[in-house]
């Protein structure tokens, strides 16, 4: 099984950064065979989603209303997921999730259900 873990979560102001961790562990967790993604869930909406690293080449991914803001990147070796966040806006406030997919799975990487492996989320508020 695979377990992820994030972290980094908390307050900020509007304008302000943050960079979100998500350590991976687990007998079957192989980094250069998991394409790995980040979703948000604000209240009362579905999770969506944020941005996806390949495995293969990490090439990344991004939602329309995060790029050129926020950054995905991953440390193999530490088995480590990174979300650097920039120029926070209050519409960013949500519950940020990592999640994993494995090599050949059949979804896509911008819906959950492509997903096999989630965390158990890390809490973003950005004030206004």
């Known amino acids: 099984q695979v377990q992820l873990v994030e972290s980094g979560g908390e307050l900020v102001q509007a304008g302000g950064s943050l960079r979100l961790s998500c350590a991976a562990s687990?007998?079957?967790?192989?980094?250069?065979?998991?394409?790995m993604g980040w979703f948000r869930q604000a209240p009362g909406k579905e999770r969506e989603f944020v941005a996806h690293i390949r495995w293969i080449d990490e090439s990344t991914y991004y939602a329309d209303s995060v790029k050129g803001r926020f950054t995905i990147f991953r440390d193999n070796a530490k088995n480590l997921l990174y979300l650097q966040m920039n120029n926070l806006k209050p519409e960013d406030t949500a519950v940020y999730y990592c999640a994993a997919q494995p090599d050949g799975s059949r979804g896509s990487y911008r819906m959950p259900n492509g997903y096999s492996y989630w965390g158990q989320g890390t809490q973003v508020t950005v004030s206004s």
């Open positions: 687990g007998r079957t967790f192989n980094p250069y065979r998991m394409g």
